[in-house]
T-cell receptor, first 113, second 118 residues
Framework: DQQVKQNSPSLSVQEGRISILNCDYTNSMFDYFLWYKKYPAEGPTFLISISSIKDKNEDGRFTVFLNKSAKHLSLHIVPSQPGDSAVYFCAASHTGTASKLTFGTGTRLQVTL | DGGITQSPKYLFRKEGQNVTLSCEQNLNHDAMYWYRQDPGQGLRLIYYSQIVNDFQKGDIAEGYSVSREKKESFPLTVTSAQKNPTAFYLC?????????????????FGEGSRLTVL
């Protein structure tokens, strides 16, 4: 049972444009959501997070939006840069499990020149 | 520098052999985790430990074993009972134990160990 879903395995965006990565979840107990970025043969690195009491969190070029009623979150990268090319994982947790995260399957972002 | 060190980075094993992956952290974190990554399946939790001498099974613990004798160390043994051991293994740590305090949930990951069974 995949509780966190990233339905787009890959995405290609031109440099300078906006990248939008989507994530859906099914467990209504999730109250904290994170995005991780991963390069090949390396461990994931934390990018940005959002608590369920908010609907938006921004950090530089990265913004995460949360729609609780739709159980959907998205990561916006503006403007996209070639160095953003990586696999992005959405993850979720709930109070009581804290850092025991449930991950999505990942979306591979390719930023082209 | 503080961080998580996994070794070896690459490992080959014959079928029927046990192998142990090392994970060491100097971040003074209480909680440590082992995840497995397979193509198209994201990261799946194998085992986690909230404190020394304590650990719990994750979602896919069958065929694996762990120990937590020291705060800094959380080795993972892939036993011969694991039917599909070829994968990329990731160790992580966190300041937060499950159920402890505000939910911030951030994990810090090592660089991973790729195990290939021949």
């Amino acid at each position: 049972d995949q509780q966190v879903k990233q339905n787009s395995p890959s995405l290609s965006v031109q440099e300078g444009r906006i990248s939008i990565l989507n994530c859906d979840y099914t467990n209504s107990m999730f109250d904290y959501f994170l995005w991780y970025k991963k390069y090949p043969a390396e461990g994931p690195t934390f990018l940005i997070s959002i608590s369920s009491i908010k609907d938006k969190n921004e950090d530089g070029r990265f913004t995460v939006f949360l729609n609780k009623s739709a159980k959907h979150l998205s990561l916006h990268i503006v403007p996209s840069q070639p160095g953003d090319s990586a696999v992005y994982f959405c993850a979720a947790s709930h109070t009581g499990t804290a850092s025991k995260l449930t991950f999505g399957t990942g979306t591979r972002l390719q930023v082209t020149l | 520098d503080g961080g998580i060190t996994q070794s070896p980075k690459y490992l080959f094993r014959k079928e029927g052999q046990n192998v142990t992956l090392s994970c060491e952290q100097n971040l003074n974190h209480d909680a440590m985790y082992w995840y497995r990554q397979d193509p198209g399946q994201g990261l799946r939790l194998i085992y986690y430990s909230q404190i020394v001498n304590d650990f719990q099974k994750g979602d896919i613990a069958e065929g694996y074993s762990v120990s937590r004798e020291k705060k800094e160390s959380f080795p993972l043994t892939v036993t011969s009972a694991q039917k599909n051991p070829t994968a990329f293994y990731l160790c992580a740590s966190s300041t937060k134990r499950p159920g402890q305090g505000p939910n911030t949930g951030e994990l810090f990951f090592g660089e991973g160990s790729r195990l290939t069974v021949l």
